[in-house]
Structure formats: C-alpha cells, structure tokens
C-alpha cells in the first residue's frame, strides 16, 4: 500500500492506493498523526484506489475521531468502493465517519464547516 | 487448485491469504461484495492469530484450508500458537473504541457478523479456528 499526501488550497489531501490491512494499517495512523501535528482542519481521504480494508484500517480511521473533535478538524472520505463501504457499514461507522461520492462534493462540504 | 495455505507468521503474508481466498474461490459464483466479506472474515481470525498468538514470529506457521460442504465454505485456521478462547467474549461498544481511542477489538466482532458460526478447538500442539459461511455455492 502507498499512501500521498498533498495540499490543495485549505484542504489536506490523503490518497491510498492498495489494501489497508494490519500490516499497512500504521501508515494511515503516522499520517493522521502529522496531520493532526500540522493542525490541519480540512483532512480528505481519497479512497478511489482502495482496494480492501480491514479492521486494522477501520481502528485506525475510529481512533481519530475523539482528537478530531477536540481540535475541531473535520475529514471526509470519498470514491469509496462498494465493497469497502460495506465494510464500514458492517459495524455503522458509516454513519461516524462522512463519506460522500467525490472530491468536488468533499470540498463543499468541508467548506460549509 | 490448492484448498490449504501456509504461511510464516507475519501480517505482511495476509494478503497471500486474501489472495489464495479470492483464487479458489473464484471457481464459485459469489458476488465481489460477499466474496470481500468472507475474505476478511478470515483475515481478521488470521490477523489475531499472528499478532497475539504467535508474536509475529516468522518461524512459526500458520495454515488456511478451505473446504466446502452440501451448507457452504469452511475455513480451517491452524496454527501452533498460544492459544485462547474468545469466541464467547462480548462484543464490545463502538462509542467505547472511539472514546477510548482504541485501534483494535473489532477484528472478530467483524468476522462475527459475517460468518455464520466461529468455533476455537485446541488440538495438541495446534490451536484450530474454523469458520462456517452458509452459502448456496454455483460453480461459475
């Protein structure tokens, strides 16, 4: 798995491409840690090379949601195949965690915030 | 085609089991979306076993088999590791986790609800997990 990373405008962009398994899962969390270090406000997850996630990702994503909250940071996840959406379904962290169709449709929503 | 799989014991062979899941199974028609999830069913239960019972030791092994039976797929995960019962343990709370920031225990609450029976048996010097997914299987 590769993650990048780059700034566009006020947003942080996170890209992952390969599965997200235990075995990758820590560099997801190094970047969400720099992210929150760099104090960014706007974190965008670009899911569209994805390709699986497991509980490992799933822990990752869910244990950021309390810092996120306190540093008022706000982050979307979007191009989320069905097959990994299913996965958040599974456990409702759909309904925790945004997730919408693109990235223009993260931008507006993240603008609004 | 190859029903068993063995693996040294670190999480970088994972996706080797998710391979060899997704190669024999294909001789089935499953749908991609369940084919996932009986996939990481199975890489949850091996995932616990490497970390937490085998210390991600690479000199130690772990083997997937699958099998099918007149109901569905079975999975065999076999390994020599320590072993432990937690197929009886509750499922903890989501808003706990994320409360407590926690990053794991939710691997076989996953694998819980996608398969339809987990069991744990300790079979000297092995430790076997096996996996029941009730499924009409058509050949493709």
Redesign the interface.
Known sequence: MVINTLNEDLFFIIEIDGDLDASSSIQLDTTLTKALSSNEKKIIVDCSRLNYISSAGLGVFMSYLQDFEANNTQMVLFNVSDKVKNVFKVLGLDNLIKIVTDKKEAKGLLAQC | MLDKIKIPC???N??EV?KFINDNLSKYSIH??EL??IT?AV??IC?NR??HSNKSNRDNQLEVEILNNNEGLVFKIKDKGEYYDNTSQVDPE?LN???D???????L??AR??MDSIEVKKEDPYTTYTLIKKLKLAQV
């Open positions: 670190t999480t970088e994972l996706k998710r991609e979306n996932n999830m990481l890489d949850e995932a490497i970390i989501i986790l994320i409360k920031k926690r990053k794991g225990g939710i691997g609450m996953l609800k996608i």
